[in-house]
T-cell receptor, first 109, second 113 residues
Framework: GQQVMQIPQYQHVQEGEDFTTYCNSS?????IQWYKQRPGGHPVFLIQ?????EVKKQKRLTFQFGEAKKNSSLHITATQTTDVGTYFC?????????FGTGTRLQVFP | DAGITQSPRHKVTETGTPVTLRCHQT?????MYWYRQDPGHGLRLIHY???????DKGEVSDGYSVSRSKTEDFLLTLESATSSQTSVYFC????????????FGPGTRLTVT
């Protein structure tokens, strides 16, 4: 079946350092979405990427979609304590989203 | 939060008992989803619905059934709960227009002893 792998599983950074999480799909995706889940909370939609090679920015967050539409990345510049949480990618497959396993980000002040 | 509520929010039950979790939405979305979240596994789709009485299986549907008799309610039933079904369960809706993002409910923490 369809699988979406995400690495790393955990990342601990000092506040101000950069952070990147990577997502790889076993199949070509029509689009990819990114979600953030704060500790004890529910996933919250961040962004969707649709086009091959697409790059989108949200303040300090940069999202990329690979040329083959099978991989994606999220990069956070100069992390802040408010960035703490788990970041999930999710590949669209017909009516379903296949979620990656997530990357838990811890930021130390 | 797209008007999504889940009930109960917490439940402890014994192995072998039936359990029903409810998801309620107020915005008339066609698509609704049930996920379970476990450490190391992310979010895994159990079942989803694309309309009243229209449902389909996800990747971890064994041991679960669903029903949707009206647009606003999507029920998840564990016919005979097992300890492996201890998890956090999230309901979600999908928006009708692009980019078809999903909005999640607050979750139900289920413990099967």
């Amino acid at each position: 079946g369809q699988q979406v792998m995400q690495i790393p599983q955990y990342q601990h950074v000092q506040e101000g350092e950069d952070f990147t999480t990577y997502c790889n799909s076993s199949t070509t995706l029509s689009n990819i979405q990114w979600y953030k889940q704060r500790p004890g909370g529910h996933p919250v939609f961040l962004i969707q990427l649709v086009k091959s090679g697409e790059v989108k920015k949200q303040k300090r967050l940069t999202f990329q979609f690979g040329e083959a539409k099978k991989n994606s990345s999220l990069h956070i510049t100069a992390t802040q304590t408010t960035d703490v949480g788990t970041y999930f990618c999710a590949g669209q497959y017909y009516d379903k989203l296949i979620f990656g396993t997530g990357t838990r980000l811890q930021v130390f002040p | 939060d797209a008007g999504i509520t889940q009930s109960p929010r917490h439940k402890v039950t014994e192995t072998g008992t039936p359990v029903t979790l409810r998801c309620h939405q107020t915005e008339n979305h066609r698509y609704m989803y049930w996920y379970r979240q476990d450490p190391g596994h992310g979010l895994r789709l159990i079942h989803y619905s694309y309309g009243v009485k229209d449902t389909d299986k996800g990747e971890v549907s064994d041991g679960y059934s669903v029903s949707r008799s009206k647009t606003e309610d999507f029920l998840l039933t564990l016919e005979s709960a097992t300890s492996s079904q201890t998890s956090v369960y999230f309901c979600a809706i999908r928006t009708s227009g692009g980019p078809y993002e999903q909005y999640f409910g607050p979750g139900t923490r289920l413990t099967v002893t």
